[in-house]
């Protein structure tokens, strides 16, 4: 049975207003301290995943009495904010990850933006935030890519990955939704998001902690999930491995997701497999796109339970021949090992595998035809 599309997967293929008509929504402010020409270069020659930033962000605070107001491109730099402001406390916050790639003729594009906003909202629904309307969600971007467009890098494969956000900035101990919330966006330019780039992962499967529960927030962007992944994340380094892998809550037998990457398996009959979204899973851009993809090449998809212990079996076997990892900061990443308390079982880096991020990448880049059309020019 072919991919029924989901509430965000229709709502991200509304169509979207040129990017010439959003712009201008966030006023740049005077910056002083841009960076220098040496700081430039020397950011771009190395880089790295989110640890350098563009010289601008762009922000606007929203009050229960005003809505969203002082939309502003400010210098990127150290925020002032009370030691009581709520998410400090209670973690009431939301984000998204999306990527500006510059072409071959100098354009700027993103990847299915409004796939980005509107998940930013299912998300802010889910924490209590209020919903950034799609169109300012998207102009933000416009603005500050307009801005900062001499970060967006011109190497093959790198990127610049836009990090919007939402947080309670309300200064109050009382638990509930705040009142005062404020939207930024940074950019950091970046090279892949696993150093070593295109190549296999290590993968350490734990049957002892979860990421999300079932009526939870798995399925929602939020700092919290990332924040329950990192004690499992330290014991996967601590026993070599690269990424944790965490099966469902309810029963710890099904493959759920990584820290934050959705997974596939691809099955030597050709059929590719990938966790059905549960509520506990977060429904990743990426995810969605490989599915489209397979469907386009005639590949068959199922979006079903994994039974890990089966999986396992299956990899032994060489029913299974490959799997991968996905999402925008990590693209497609081939796995090439899963250890945990079962021993350890490798895989190789497949044909289907480095044909899908052949293709996906391609269209990112536009050298592939956009048949979907996925992608967004900015500038
Ligand atoms: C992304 O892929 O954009 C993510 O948000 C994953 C991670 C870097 C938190």
Sequence with gaps: MSHIPTKLEVAAGLPLPAAQTLAGRFLVQPHSTLASDQEYARVMQDLHFGVDFSDYMASSVWTSDRGWADKELVPFGPLTLSPAASVLHYGQEVFEGLKAYRREDGSIWTFRPRFNAERFNHSARRLALPELPVEDFIASIVDLVAADGRWVPKQEGASLYLRPFMFASEPFLGVKPAHEITYLLIASPVGPYFAKGFGPVSIYVTREYHRAGLGGTGDAKTSGNYAASLLPQ??????????????????????????????????????????????????????????????????????????????????RAGVVTEVFACGTAAVITPVGKLGGDFGEVTLELGQVTRDLYDTLTGIQWGTVEDTHNWCYRIA
Excluded: H, W
């Design 234 to 315: 330290q014991i996967a380094y601590d026993q070599g491995y690269e990424q944790v892998c965490f099966l469902d809550s309810a029963t710890s037998t099904n493959v759920d997701e990584l820290g934050g990457m959705n997974v596939f398996v691809v099955y030597r009959d050709g059929v590719v497999r990938t966790p059905k979204l549960t509520g506990a899973i977060l429904e990743g851009g990426t995810r969605s796109a490989i599915i489209q993809i397979c469907e386009d090449k005639g590949i068959v998809v199922e979006e079903s339970s994994i039974n890990f212990d089966q999986l396992l079996e299956d990899i």
